[in-house]
Each structure stands twice: as C-alpha cells, then as structure tokens.
C-alpha cells in the first residue's frame, strides 16, 4: 500500500500545483490560446520540485516551447521556486510510442528518457497510453468488424476464437489507437494480468540487445510471461529470420496458454511475402480484419471529436472542407485540425474557411501530387449526382452532358494528356469532341455561379488528391 500511497499523494500534489500553474497562464494568453494549447494537459507527478505533465503529441512540446516558453518559465519561476523544472512528457505513436520526450524549465536544456528494455526494466512497463479508448475510437463503415472484435477481446481476453487478432490497413487509419484500446480496456478489468504493446522495430532491438548481452532466454521468458501481447507493425519482422524464430517460438508458447496475441500490418498475412510461412500460418489462426479510409461521414465525426476535446466550437463548413479535402489519413485529418488551431490562437484571428485552406493546403503540399482522369471524372460525377458510366456512354441528358464537358475540361487543365487520351477516357470520343467541351464550359465561366462550381471543383481536385 505504501507505493500506491505515494502515487496518490503525488497525483493529487501534480494536481494542485497544475491548476496553480494553469491560473497564472490564463492570465497572460488569449482565451482561444489557453483552451487550445494547455486544457488538453495533464499533470501526472510532482516529486522534488519536478512537476511532470502529459501532452497529447510532440506538435504540443514544439509549438509551446517556440512560442510561450517565456511564460512557461515564468510560471515555473513563479509556482515552482527557481530550483523547479516542468517535463513535458508524450509517449509518441510515430517512435513506437517508446519515446518519453521532456523539455524543461527555466535554464533551456533538454533530456530524453527511453524506458529500460527487457530484464533490466527496474518495474514492468505495458508502454500502452491512456488516451487510447473504445469511447473515443470513433465507429465507422471502415472500421465496423475491427472495432467489434476487438471491444469483445477487451471484454474477455484470451477467451474468444480471435486469437490471434490481426488488424491491417493503411497508415493513420486507427490501427494502433484500436490496439491500445484493447490493452487498455484488459487492463481496466483485470489491473494485475501483464499486458505489454510494442513496436516490431522495439521488440527486433530489444532481441538485438538480448544477444548481445548473452540474455536471449530472458527476453523470450519474458515476453512469454505476458497476458496479452500487442505488436505493431510486424511487417518489419520481413528480412530478420532469428528475430521470427523468436517470435514463432513466444507466439505458440502464450497461444498455447491461452494468452491474447494482437498483431496489425499494413496488408493482411499471406500478402506479407518474406515472412516464414509458418508464421503467417499462425496468424491466420484467429481474426483478420481490416481498417479502411474512413467515409466523409466517419471523417465529420472525427473532427467533431477532436474539436470538442479542445473544447472548441468550428463551424461546419469549415469542418467538411476539412472532411471532403484529406480524406485517407485520420492523422493528417487531426493534424490539420491542430494547424487550424494553432493559426487562429497565434494570430488571435477568427477559425474561418480561409485559414482552413491555408492548413489544407500546407498538408496537401507535402504529397505527391497525381491528378488522374479518372480522380477528376469521380469528383466531377459526385458534385453533379450524375452516375460515372453515364458521362462515358453516348448520354445526351443535361445533367449528364455538363458533367462530361466539366470533367473534360478540368482533364485539359490539370493533367499533361493528350485530347486524344482524355477522348478515350470519356467512352473513345475525338479529340474534337474534347476541344467542344473546353469551349462550352469556357463560355459558361462568365456566369458566376457555373465559375464559382467549377473552382470550388477544381480546388477540390488539387487539395484532396493523396
């Protein structure tokens, strides 16, 4: 009881000494500032003048430290003495969640932190974060059958036909979000089983170590020790064949207890090719399920969220800007969000649709840009609620000749084909045919409202290509 004592004595001490904190900076930064950049905060420990707190991603600790590290260190000074030191503490998705990154008080240094691997863990450590719950893992169409699964291990680990449970799908699409939920909701239930979520790339490190140190049989003993294991990304398991012999021998051991075993990729097992066959034999054991891109619907939800954990109100043109421009990353959706936030709280200006597109835009900048006439046909078909077989067939209905001709001219205008080629694309028409197009909708631009559809359907086109 002692232990537990003093994480409750240092709990609530964190707690008090925050809100201190807290009412200084509310006094000395808009109020958009404050509810964006410090009510997502949370204290965690306070313990000889080091006041530990958790933020939400690495975005935070840079923005804040670039632009109201004065006022940080003040507040330090202030509520803390001279001697104190504030840790900005994130377990950061992008390095593994392993990272526990802090910057500092009122002299500027930086430290870093990694956890102590294996044996040598003064404490086991489950490295699964907090934030990660079913509550805010927003359901969708993409995610159905996954998100499904994976509450029903929750509620009974080790003891449903999923098992193993491999999730696959694209980058930023929740895989790992589902994951910690999972470890987390076990843990919740049943504090003293051992669950431990992991990286591919930590756990090859931490067998690397192993070796080197003449401690292989520790490492497999411990992982073999585990409730539940959770690993991330185990496509990167391709190409290390002792780390697989491991793997394979952990992975009958705790299926064999009836242990959970939790696994994603970004494709399903048998398309993992380099990975020992009896592995992906074994992941195919259980449940294989997969996360899609989310709909324009999941994607509203999302932002809603998201806006609301800030506690902030965006008006919903803004928000489906947002939804109908990055539409296959979750975490470019966030992401943007944030830069959002960030703009309006830096220049104390009003979250408008033309902030938005600056910060859609910035995110769209870093792609590889690829307009296809296909892309644009899709776009074009869906504004106009006109099927895209139709615009390919010899269709002179109204709605459907307008959608062709727009489609053909935003092919000429945004990609580098030939009239020839858009024609083919457009049901083998000529290039004449093409030329008539662009002309039609060139002298339909000098009515307002046709220009402002065809720009708003440009703009979409260049922003929300991926």
Known sequence: ??????????????????????????????????????????????????????????????????????????VVNQILGKEGKLLYVVLDEDVANLEMTNIIDAPQTREVITPIVDEVRPEFESYLMPRYKFDNFIKGEGNQLARAAAIAIGENSGETSFNPFFIYGGVGLGKTHLMQAIGNRIIEKSPSKKVIYISTEQFTVEFIDAIQSGKANEFSNFYKSMDALIIDDIQFLIGKERTQDYFFHIFNRLHQAGKQIILSSDKPPKELKGLNERLISRFQWGLTADIQAPDFETRMAILKNKAE??????????????????????????????????????????????????????????????????????IVCEYFEVDENKVREKNRKKEVVLARQVAMFLSKKLTKSSLK?????????????????????????SDDKTKGIVESLRNRIELGVS
């Open 421 to 445: 080629t858009i024609g083919l694309h457009f049901g083998g028409r000529d290039h004449s045919t093409v030329i008539h197009a662009y002309n039609s909708v060139e002298k339909l631009l």
């Open 1 to 74: 009881m002692e232990v537990n004592d003093k994480e409750i004595t240092e709990k609530i001490s964190s707690t008090k000494i925050w809100k201190k904190c807290l009412s200084v900076i509310k006094e000395n930064v808009p109020a958009l500032t404050y509810s964006t950049w410090f009510t997502p905060i949370k204290p965690i420990e306070y313990n000889n003048n080091r006041l530990k707190i958790e933020v939400p991603n690495t975005f935070f600790i840079e923005w804040i430290e670039e632009h109201y590290n004065t006022i940080i260190n003040n």
């Open 309 to 378: 954990s800030f506690g902030i109100s965006i008006p919903n043109d803004i928000l489906e800007y947002m939804a109908h421009n990055i539409t296959s990353n979750i975490r470019e959706l966030e992401g943007c969000l944030i830069k959002i936030l960030a703009s309006a709280s830096l220049n104390s200006q009003e979250i408008d649709l033309t902030l938005a597109k600056k910060a859609v835009n910035e995110i769209a900048t870093g792609r590889q840009i690829n307009i296809s006439i296909d892309y644009i046909t899709q």
